[in-house]
């Protein structure tokens, strides 16, 4: 629902002395982002095993869905488990994955303004079924399919340890992105004839189905318990998580937008595809520590987060990318049960208080320290140590 018209009129003094429109430094949801919107969807779910005796296992499962605003689809997974022998199992798996727009990405139209140079601009971000769009060769956003292929296999020696390795690879086409900012004007001339000045919108943007990408991944997990008679119970546990994510291929601009148009027209740039490929650390390392005696329980978590690497794109030189170090982190929780239903817990994350690292003090996106961490890459949240307690009370 759109807000307050006082939140996002244009008046005298935004026109006359180029103040940002509204009356507060930020305008508010207008008239023309307003929409209420709804869908609805069935599906069915079949999923069946069978033994095809004491050591191969086989399973199927097929799900249909039918959705109001975008039909049917049929997606599927088939996998096997091989029992090689008591201690060593292989496993594997293959299924098509499907995923409609969303409400928001079909629907939700932003509209935001700014003083630029005199000038009010306003910057519309176009719901997808906006009629202009067609007018510049803009399709109305279509469900993302996907194929995931794993392989991986366990390894179990007794009840005490157990170590599992996956590999995986998920195939996404059709991927939606919101795409970059396009200036309304001469530079694009098709924008400036279904935008023209009376609209007084100078920039687009809009989701679409642009790209393709490729995932790989290899997932590690140790673990290891042990009982001990008169001394407790201890829990040992590791994991090692690798992941690295390419775009295999991108959509050419339709032609009425690089029709005549005298800049580069790309509809993904460089931070866009930073999200996508650098922004998440490619390794990660988790290991777990717990013991428990009597009443009293300790647990230790150690994360270790990998390198990452985010963009931007100064105006009048190259873009450039700043590369944030690993870091680790630790959290210790100690917990002790004051009654049988009753459980007192204190604890803290980031026990060293570790931070990220800080943006360039020379980068644009620095914004003289207002925001001194990287909004397009971080690992985890920069808020320091974090202390807590508890009471658990079991009925």
Avoid: C
């Amino acid at each position: 629902m759109e807000g307050e018209p006082l939140s996002y009129e244009i008046g005298p003094l935004a026109t006359a002395e180029s103040k940002v429109p509204g009356s507060s430094g930020r305008p508010g949801i207008s008239i023309l982002d307003r929409t209420i919107q709804s869908r609805w969807n069935i599906a069915g779910y079949v999923d069946v095993e069978a033994d095809v005796n004491d050591k191969l296992m086989f399973s199927t499962a097929a799900r249909y869905e039918q959705y109001s605003d975008f039909g049917g689809n049929l997606s599927g997974k088939i996998a096997a488990l091989w029992k090689l022998t008591e201690a060593i199992a292989l496993r594997s798996s293959i299924n098509r994955g499907f995923r409609a727009p969303s409400l928001q990405q079909v629907f939700n139209g932003q509209t935001t303004s700014n003083a630029q140079n005199g000038l009010i601009r306003q910057t519309r971000q176009l719901a997808s079924n906006d009629p202009r769009l067609d007018a510049i060769g803009i399709p109305q956003p279509a469900p993302e399919l996907s194929w995931n292929y794993n392989m991986g296999f366990t390894f179990n020696l007794g009840r005490k340890l157990v170590f599992t390795a996956d590999g995986y690879q998920i195939n996404v086409a059709n991927r939606i992105i919101i795409s970059e900012v396009l200036p309304v004007g001469p530079a694009i001339p098709i924008l400036q004839t279904v935008f023209p000045p009376s609209t007084g919108i100078r920039e687009i943007a809009f989701f679409t189905n642009h790209i393709n990408t490729s995932t790989r991944g290899l997932d590690l997990v140790l673990s290891y318990k042990q009982e001990f008679k008169t001394s407790g119970k201890l829990l040992v546990s590791a994991a090692l998580a690798m992941t690295s994510t390419v775009i295999t291929s991108e959509k050419n601009p339709p032609k009425q937008l690089v029709s005549d148009a005298s800049v580069p027209v790309r509809l993904i740039d460089t931070i866009s595809i930073g999200l996508i490929t650098t922004a998440q650390p490619r390794q990660k390392i988790i290991g777990n520590l717990e013991y428990t005696y009597a009443k009293l329980l300790l647990n230790l978590r150690v994360t270790r987060f990998g390198a990452v690497t985010a963009w931007e794109k100064p105006a009048g030189i190259p873009h450039r990318g700043q590369t944030f170090r690993a870091k680790t982190l630790m959290d210790l929780l100690i917990g002790y049960k004051l009654l049988n239903r009753l459980q007192l817990t204190v604890g803290v994350n980031n026990l060293f208080n570790v931070y990220p690292d800080k943006v360039n003090t020379t980068y644009a996106s620095y914004t003289n320290g207002q925001v001194p961490y990287s909004r397009s890459g971080l690992q985890f949240g920069f808020n320091g140590s974090y202390y807590f307690t508890s009471v658990q009370i079991r009925l």
